[in-house]
């Protein structure tokens, strides 16, 4: 079980780093929100369209797999020294 530990403390790095990459996406928060409104109104290009919804997806996909690796890896660190405790 030494492995999951291992992979919680990559994944907690990871979670840091992608934490880090998510600073940089805050300020365009704004212009998200104004992007899905253009879209929801019909007021964007097709190519406004696609590069909005790309970023969208690419910044939707950074919060998830930010989300996922905090989770998983502090789950198996705790799991590793819930277990050494006993």
Request: aromatic letters at 14%; hydrophobic letters at 50%.
């Amino acid at each position: 079980m030494k492995t999951k530990r291992i992979f919680g403390y990559i994944f907690i790095v990871l979670a840091v780093l992608f934490s880090l990459l998510l600073l940089s996406i805050l300020p365009n928060l704004g212009e998200t929100i104004k992007g899905l409104i253009k879209l929801i109104s019909g007021r964007m290009s097709n190519y406004q369209s696609g590069y909005f919804i790309g970023s969208l997806t690419a910044q939707l996909t950074i919060i998830g797999l930010t989300i996922f690796f905090w989770i998983f890896g502090l789950k198996w660190i705790k799991l590793e020294d819930s277990k050494n405790n006993k």
